[in-house]
């Protein structure tokens, strides 16, 4: 029976195996897509990304270079979520069943109130990852604004 695992194991392994620079492209997208609204909903780049990370435990990719990537791709995909964000007002119109202006009302109300701590609390949860970029500049808070709660 054990041998009959690890067989298969190995089976769904050899592909991988074979994808060579493309894991490290995979993990790259993934992770891109995965803060973006609403694609970050349905994609699971926790999941892809820890399993390429199995994989490397096995030899077939390196490490380091999993972790750059994967960090490198959570950036660039914050930075397309920010910046449609500052686009984001134009789809939200009361008469939209989701899209609400009120609901972008609570949302300036909520940055106000907690803004520094949403932006790192949403990186461990998932489905708000996506969504504090996107409405961080949704709500436009000001620059200034952000800079004296940092105290920069």
């Given at each position: ?5 690890t067989?298969?194991i ?6 991988f ?5 493309w ?15 609403p694609?970050?909903f ?20 390196d ?18 979520s ?30 106000n ?40």
């Amino acid at each position: 029976m054990k041998k009959a695992v690890t067989d298969y194991i190995y089976t769904i392994l050899r592909p991988f195996k074979n994808l060579g620079i493309w894991g490290y492209w995979a993990v790259l997208f993934t992770s891109i897509l995965e803060a973006v609204p609403p694609i970050g909903f349905v994609l699971p780049s926790g999941i892809i990304v820890g399993m390429f990370g199995f994989f490397a435990s096995q030899g077939y990719y390196d490490i380091k270079n999993l972790v750059w990537i994967a960090g490198l791709g959570a950036v660039i995909g914050d930075v397309i979520s920010y910046y449609l964000g500052t686009r984001g007002t134009l789809f939200f119109r009361n008469e939209n069943k989701i899209l609400r202006l009120s609901h972008l009302e609570k949302a300036k109300e909520f940055f106000n109130k907690h803004g520094n701590k949403s932006i790192i609390l949403s990186r461990f949860v998932g489905p708000l990852r996506p969504l504090i970029p996107y409405f961080q500049l949704s709500v436009r808070p000001s620059v200034q604004n952000a800079k004296q709660k940092l105290r920069i």
